[in-house]
Every structure is written in structure tokens, then in C-alpha cells.
């Protein structure tokens, strides 16, 4: 009986760095790269009017960003396992992903054979994690109360780090596709649930956690 591919999409800026995934998935008898993609905008309409079983997703990417793209598909596709493939180790980022639906999260200082091995775990319903994710997880343990950022929501996280880059709420409102008033109202609740007054104090302290 022949067994169909396993149907992949690729999601990365890069397109040099795509063009590598693909050849490096496509050695691997029973894998088909079907789509890629630079944008997180234009990925998720492709995956919702066409098939695919596993998204390879980078987290900094144009778009709507690698965090809210995982909860939306996770609320539209919940049969999709995404696996996020990013230079990012922080333990917050990782938190923050796999609490927005990732199945599985690799950094890209992974040896490449890792990557194909967790496209094929994930669609068992196993989470394949990196060593250094791992590591990253094991340094959260009971910090939660101690450090701020880890019991911010997904949304609350990606608006953070947005005002911790300096943007203005403005141009943050533009790029998450939210009124003006509710990224304001967000940037007060962030102010408050983390002892930050202004931009600046949000920028030292992003720097200090390796949210940046």
C-alpha cells in the first residue's frame, strides 16, 4: 500500500533559508514541501483554502507575527500542527509559543536531521523539543511569580515587545490590526501588571530578559 506524503508549508522571511528547508525536507522519502511562504498574512490564507498537515513557522516575520499567526490558525485549523523553527531560545518566547498552539518548537542552531525527525513527531501527536529549548523551559520552574512577562497572554507578550522596540501605539495598532484605543488600553494594563512607567523601562527590561 502506498502511503501519502506528509504535506508541509514553510513560513520564513528568508528565502534562501526556505529554499534550504525544502531541499532538506524533500531528501526524506514520504515528505512534500507544498507551499512557502514570507509573510505570516498571506500564510495563513493560504492555509485555510488549501491542505497541509504541518507548518514550518519562524516567529519574526512580516505580518501579523509568528505568535498571533499560531492562535489564529490554532482557533481555524486546530488539526494543523505548527512547528515553530526559530533563532529565538528565550524561555519567555518559548512559553509564549507553545501556549499559542505550537506543537513543537526548534531553534535553528539545531542539527538539521532534527528537523525532519520532528516534522515526523508532530504528526504523531508528539511535541519535539530542541536541547536548548528544553534547557530554556527548565530555567521558567517557579519564576512565573518572581518574573512578570511569564504570566502575560499571548497578546499582552507580542504588544509588550512591540513598545519595548520603541514603536508607537500607532504604528502598533497598523501592524496587529487593532484599533488605536485598544493597543493604549493594553499599553496601560502592561504598565501596571509589570511596574513599568514609560517605553524606556520597557526597553531595559526586554533587553535584561532577552525579549528583543
Known sequence: MVTEPIRVALADDHAVVRTGYRRLLELET?????????????????L??????VLILDLSMPGRGGLET?????SRLPGLRVLVFSMHDSPALVAQALKAGARGYLTKSSPPEALVDAVQLVLRGE?????????????????RDEVPHLGLS???FDVFRLLAQGQQVEEIAGR?????KTVANYQTILRKKMGLGNALEMHRYARQHGLL
Do not use: C, K
Not at 514520504?30 to 493560504?46: L, S
Not at 511535541?127 to 517557579?142: F, M, N, Q, T, Y
Open 30 to 46: 514520504g515528505i512534500e514541501v507544498v507551499a512557502e511562504f514570507g509573510d505570516t498574512d498571506v500564510a495563513y490564507g493560504w
Open 48 to 53: 485555510t483554502q488549501h491542505e497541509a498537515e
Open 70 to 74: 499560531l492562535q489564529r490558525l490554532g
Open 127 to 143: 511535541r519535539p523539543l530542541s536541547d536548548d529549548v528544553r534547557e530554556a523551559l527548565a530555567h521558567i520552574g517557579g519564576q
Open 154 to 156: 499571548s497578546r499582552e
Open 176 to 180: 496587529l490590526f487593532l484599533s488605536i
